[in-house]
């Protein structure tokens, strides 16, 4: 799934109108399993001059990039940060926690080869699911269509939920990115 619908899910979810220290949290948690993959390829990509086809292709999949994964995609790391967050009373903690696990549970069913070891450390198996967010001969093609749907809907329903126009501007800045790629796509 793409960080703009991973965002989306988790402010829906987490998110409360004027409360800034919850919605920061839900943010974050529905962008921190992705920001070592930004990180790394901008730096590879950007800074390395690295091809495209040689960051995704070979370095994703390299150990050094899933040692990585692993941590900040593990569903142990993330339910004790919603743990912790619930026994010390700390809402934006929660959101924090909470936001993160939906992120790798509505990943977990969309990656295939490219899929991260969620239930680390416990173990390293990967679940390759048969369906891919982005792999169009896995039905990547069909799943982004129904994903900027969702994005559509998410952000209906939070520019209902939060009035101020910062919190409007912040909920389109979120969900535009996703729909205009898939209606980018669909022109081409």
């Not at 941590?71 to 026994?87: Q, T």
Request: hydrophobic residues 50%.
């Amino acid at each position: 799934m793409n960080t703009p619908t991973h965002l989306l899910i988790a402010v829906t979810a987490f998110g409360k109108p004027a409360e800034f220290r919850i919605n920061t949290g839900a943010i974050l948690g529905g962008l921190l399993p992705d920001l070592s993959l930004y990180a790394m390829a901008g730096y590879s990509l950007f800074i390395l001059g690295n091809s495209g086809d040689h960051v995704f292709g070979t370095q994703y999949f390299s150990e050094e990039w899933q040692n990585v994964f692993r941590i900040d995609n593990s569903l142990f790391l993330w339910g004790g940060l919603l743990a912790a967050g619930m026994m010390l009373a700390r809402p934006w903690l929660s959101a924090l926690g909470g936001s993160g696990i939906l992120h790798i549970v509505t990943d977990l069913p969309l990656h295939n080869d490219d899929a991260r070891q969620h239930f680390w450390p416990a173990t390293d198996w990967v679940f390759e699911s048969p369906i891919s967010y982005w792999d169009s001969s896995r039905y990547g093609n069909i799943v982004s269509v129904v994903e900027a749907g969702l994005c559509l809907v998410l952000m209906i329903v939070l520019v209902r939920r939060f009035r101020s126009i910062p919190g409007r501007a912040l909920v389109l800045l979120c969900g535009a990115p996703q729909i205009a790629l898939v209606v980018a796509f669909a022109i081409r």
